[in-house]
């Protein structure tokens, strides 16, 4: 296995076009270790050079509702009344501490997510 490091745009480009080749490699064969070991450089080099933001608490509980198919209602017992919800959903009120824990624990969301200082609206 002749292996190193990606440092480069056109090493990450050379490994991707390598790992294409060997996604069909069966598991514990070289050619199967090798994937493995190019897909954990592969990662490694993404998320220093392409690290991915968590979505705002907002937006991350909008995409947990579409994709639950979850009305305010459901959110009353995470966050509150419906008034609550809205406030939250609006932007004008920010979650609090139990409210974080709830939607982490119910809905599955990251805590990072939740408590990420919410962007500013326009």
């Known amino acids: ?11 990450y480009k050379a490994t991707l076009k390598e790992i294409e080749g060997l996604m069909m490699a069966e598991p ?7 994937l493995d070991v190019l897909t954990t450089l592969v990662e490694s080099y993404e998320s220093r050079h392409y ?7 907002v937006e991350a ?14 959110l009353e017992p995470m966050i509150g009344k419906r008034n609550r919800v809205y406030e939250v959903l609006n932007r004008k009120r920010s979650l ?11 809905l599955g969301i990251p805590a990072d997510s939740l408590i990420k200082p919410p962007k500013e609206c326009p």
């Open 1 to 11: 296995m002749d292996l190193k490091p990606i440092k480069t745009d056109a090493d």
């Open 51 to 57: 690290p991915l933001d968590l979505p705002d608490p």
């Open 28 to 34: 514990d064969t070289p050619e199967g270790e090798k």
């Open 96 to 106: 609090t501490l139990k409210m974080i824990w709830r939607l982490h624990r119910e």
């Open 61 to 74: 509980i909008k995409f947990e509702m579409e994709r639950k198919g979850l009305s305010i209602k459901d």
